[in-house]
Structure formats: structure tokens, C-alpha cells
């Protein structure tokens, strides 16, 4: 039965949370030595390995030994591509690729989800509702929720907030992320920024696969 498997699952909410936690602060702050720490120990997970493409492992190889002459250069491009509406810019905003313009429809409406579950957007962050970091953010928050739930053997609320999980997923995220990480290649030589758009992408796609494998996909969706 799928309740067998809650410790399993418990594990998966707590991997899945943490990632998207580091992801989110990839597009809302300037990388430090331990951002680059951080994502040299995920390179030597095995969860790590199942869902990065061979494209992305080769930019990881090159960021293996970043001095602190290349990480000023990161921090500059960090600001380049998400701060300052100059060449390099690239707007991180859901609006922008689904609605034409800034603080659309699409802000709105993931607005209207946080206040729903009770979600805040961090403080130290003055972004728009329907930035990537901030969309990545709440998905880290509903999957600690998750851990929580199943910590509990609250199987109910786990499928409730694994079904949010999905459908915020497809409907606000994997929806224009693509086109965001189409443009930071384009934009940017930046071993840094080149990889982690594409570790970004390669995890969404695969965490969505995740809802769609058997017993999980039944039970996530059964009414």
C-alpha cells in the first residue's frame, strides 16, 4: 500500500524542499563561497546525478575551482542579468513571457494562491509575486509542509499539498521557465549562471515527472 511507503516519502518532501530552497536563492541573491560549496556537495549526492544533464555536469566541472577574482565577476553578472534592465538583462518574471508585460495577470493570480495558503514573501526580498525565486520559494515551503504532514502521518493534508505542488508547477512554473533559461544562455558566458539555469530546468522537468510515476501518480490524483 502507499502508506508504506511514508518514510520514503517524508525523505523525497525534505530533498525536494531543500533543492528548491537553493534554487530560489540562485535568481534572488548574488552567490558567495558557500553557494559554491553548497553546490559542490550536491554534485556528490546520488539524488544529484538522476535528473542533472551531461550539459549542466560540464559547467559544474568548471566551477569546481572558482577563484575570488571569478566570483566577483559572478556577483557582477548576477546583478547584470537580474537587476539592471541593461544588455545583459533578463527579466526573471512569469508576467513577462506569459503576459507581455510586468506585474500581469500572472502575478496577480500566484498572489491571490500565496495569500490563499497563508505563504509571505521573505522580507529581505522587495521582488513581485510571480518572480522565479519566489515561485521557487513557495514550492520549497509547500514541500517542507509536506515532510511535516507526512512526519505526522497526516496522509491527507501530504496529497493535499502534493496535488498544490503539482498543479502550481505545471500552471506557473514549467510553463515559461524554458524560455527564462533559453535566455540566460543567450545572455551570459558565465559558467555559473549557464549552469544553474540549466541544473533549474533539468530539476523542474524531472520533479514534474515525479507526480506522473505510478502508484504516486494514482494516489497523488485519485478523488
Not at 126 to 147: R, V
Not at 156 to 177: D, G, M, P, Q, V
Not at 194 to 206: C, K, P, S, V
Amino acid at each position: 500500500m502507499f502508506e508504506d511507503k511514508i518514510d520514503s516519502y517524508t525523505e523525497l518532501a525534505l530533498v525536494r524542499s531543500n533543492f528548491y530552497f537553493f534554487l530560489s536563492s540562485i535568481f534572488l541573491k548574488p552567490p558567495t563561497t558557500d553557494t559554491i560549496k553548497i553546490l559542490m556537495e550536491l554534485k556528490r549526492s546520488p539524488e544529484f546525478s538522476n535528473f542533472v544533464s551531461a550539459r549542466a555536469k560540464e559547467f559544474l566541472l568548471k566551477m569546481g575551482n572558482i577563484n575570488d577574482g571569478e566570483l566577483e565577476n559572478t556577483v557582477q553578472e548576477y546583478h547584470d542579468l537580474f537587476k539592471v534592465p541593461l544588455s545583459k538583462y533578463v527579466a526573471p518574471y512569469e508576467s513577462v513571457y506569459r503576459n507581455g508585460h510586468l506585474n500581469g495577470q500572472s502575478a496577480m493570480d500566484v498572489n491571490k494562491i500565496y495569500k490563499r495558503l497563508g505563504f509571505q514573501i521573505p522580507h529581505e526580498y522587495y521582488e513581485l509575486p510571480d518572480h522565479i525565486g519566489i515561485e521557487l520559494a513557495f514550492l520549497a515551503t509547500l514541500c517542507k509542509e509536506e515532510q511535516k504532514a507526512w512526519i505526522d502521518k497526516n496522509v491527507k493534508l501530504a496529497r493535499s499539498l502534493l496535488k498544490t505542488e503539482n498543479r502550481f508547477l505545471e500552471e506557473h512554473i514549467i510553463c515559461w521557465l524554458p524560455e527564462l533559461c533559453n535566455k540566460i544562455y543567450k545572455m551570459t558566458r558565465n559558467n555559473f549562471y549557464n549552469g544553474m539555469a540549466r541544473i533549474t530546468l533539468d530539476f523542474l522537468q524531472y520533479d514534474n515527472t515525479i507526480f506522473k510515476k505510478g502508484d504516486f501518480n494514482s494516489y497523488v490524483h485519485e478523488n
